[in-house]
């Protein structure tokens, strides 16, 4: 058996089917993978130049980078982070206090109520004797037709000027105007806080609640000895 013959056979069949020129491919493809691996390799020149420029170049930025720079990135990131969250929680905050002071029950309330309701919120009663009382200051003028005028304040002897409280009643009874220590309900007196009886004044004229002026009480002693 001729072996030569045999070889340029086979061979000349695999190039007829196209199994030389694969082989061919995938021996240059695993040549140049392997020619790039070695010259970009991690052990490579070329990759400990790379290495090398780049730790020169962020040691300048670094380098470039004061350190009161630094600090005013972090204070803005803070105030911009704590603006958000007291932004987010003071619109939360804002709306419930909203809601709880005009959602809700809108009952006609008494003068007297409302007297009894400033006196245990500002006047220290428990501290009174057996026999003592104090008394607060009361004006109701209802003399013109269409607007009655209140003054009420939880020190004695006060005119109408210097009547803490001022309210003026339309004729169905509703808070028309509002005063605290001479400053009207607007939003720089509502948004500066308003607490205690201050705070029920405002649900009172917010929610429209008629007040009822009935026979009311102007001295008031220590509630343990009623």
Request: glycine share 6%; net charge negative.
């Amino acid at each position: 058996m001729d072996m030569q013959q045999t070889m340029n056979n086979v061979f000349n069949q695999m190039v007829a089917e196209g199994k030389v020129e694969e082989i061919i491919r995938e021996q240059v493809e695993s040549t140049v993978k392997s020619v790039i691996k070695d010259t970009l390799g991690s052990w490579s020149n070329f990759s400990k130049h790379l290495e090398e420029e780049m730790k020169e170049q962020v040691k300048l930025n670094l380098n470039n980078f004061k350190l009161p720079d630094y600090n005013l990135i972090i204070k803005n990131t803070i105030e911009e982070h704590a603006e958000a969250i007291m932004h987010e929680q003071g619109v939360t905050k804002m709306k419930e206090a909203l809601d709880e002071m005009l959602v809700g029950d809108s009952a006609d309330i008494k003068f007297s109520e409302l007297l009894l309701e400033m006196v245990k919120d500002e006047m220290e009663l428990e501290e009174l004797g057996y026999d003592e009382c104090k008394e607060i200051s009361v004006h109701v003028d209802d003399s013109y037709s269409s607007l009655t005028f209140i003054y009420f304040d939880p020190e004695p002897d006060k005119r109408q000027y210097e009547c803490k409280y001022r309210l003026t009643l339309n004729t169905d009874g509703i808070i028309n105007t509002a005063e605290i220590g001479g400053r009207e309900f607007k939003n720089s007196v509502i948004m500066g806080g308003l607490r205690g009886f201050g705070r029920t004044l405002f649900k009172a004229y917010a929610r429209g609640i008629k007040i009822i002026l009935d026979d009311y009480e102007t001295e008031f002693g220590n509630p343990e000895y009623e």
